[in-house]
């Protein structure tokens, strides 16, 4: 993590008290999350979020395809940020379920479509729902399939390459557990990681089979170089992968 220490970071003292709350993962695991959040707090509270596109992924655009959903299709997107892919999946005819733990980046996204959510209490999450989107604002790995619903398949461009290394393990897992091995498109980077120390960090496609072949036919179908403000910090690929269930 970037900064000096957890005083930096300013630690969420309340995500520590959850801590006891987790029983499958340990203590040590919820303390990392918990300094996680603080740095990602600090990343909105700066607009420091250069992973924010402002455009529709264009790996989304070329491959949205590929999941063969029908109008009305729950689609989940995990850290979701405010990107303007959810908008674009509303317009496909989806109905869309995300989570993101900064609660302005969700207002915002409610703000763009110009929805009046219904907000109510979901464990230690807020809800925000409309008629075509519903946004989760807290930590991932507190979701439950409960809370999250039925899933027809899984967007993510942002959460998986978010995440170190020592996390995206417990992260897949989780993600598999909650959408009941939904489909996936899996969007991704890879180049050498001595290039910088992300996030975004480089996940190859050795990792990809090792985190996902249990439960899935991990199969890359479209390839691009690195381009944008990432492009100025490493050179490599932005890969987009199709996660079928076995």
């Known amino acids: 993590m970037r900064g000096g220490g957890v005083d930096s970071l300013r630690l969420d003292l309340t995500?520590?008290?959850r801590i006891k709350d987790a029983p499958k993962i340990s203590c040590i695991k919820r303390i990392e999350q918990a300094m996680d959040h603080a740095f990602w707090h600090q990343k909105w509270e700066e607009n420091n979020i250069p992973f924010h596109e402002g455009r529709v992924n264009a790996q989304l655009l070329k491959n949205f395809h590929r999941l063969s959903l029908n109008r009305g299709d729950r689609v989940f997107v995990p850290l979701c940020g405010k990107t303007t892919d959810l908008d674009w999946l509303v317009a496909q005819g989806c109905h869309v379920v995300g989570i993101e733990l900064n609660q302005s980046a969700v207002e915002e996204v409610f703000a763009r479509m110009g929805a009046q959510p219904e907000i109510s209490t979901s464990g230690d999450h807020r809800h925000y729902k409309s008629e075509t989107i519903e946004l989760f604002?807290?930590?991932?790995?507190?979701?439950s399939a409960?809370?999250?619903g039925p899933v027809d398949a899984v967007y993510d461009r942002a959460a998986l390459v978010a995440l170190p290394a020592p996390m995206r393990a417990s992260y897949a897992e989780h993600l598999t557990a909650v959408t009941q091995a939904a489909p996936q498109l899996l969007i991704t980077f890879e180049?050498?990681?001595a290039q910088m120390k992300g996030p975004p960090f480089s996940v190859t496609g050795a990792e990809i089979r090792k985190l996902y072949g249990d439960r899935y036919r991990p199969e890359r179908v479209s390839s691009?170089?690195?381009t944008g403000s990432l492009a100025e910090r490493c050179s490599g690929t932005e890969n987009a992968w199709l996660l079928e269930p076995i």
């Open 191 to 193: 180049y050498e990681q």
């Open 15 to 17: 995500s520590i008290r």
């Open 224 to 226: 691009v170089a690195i």
């Open 137 to 143: 604002v807290g930590d991932v790995f507190g979701l």
């Open 146 to 148: 409960d809370m999250l």
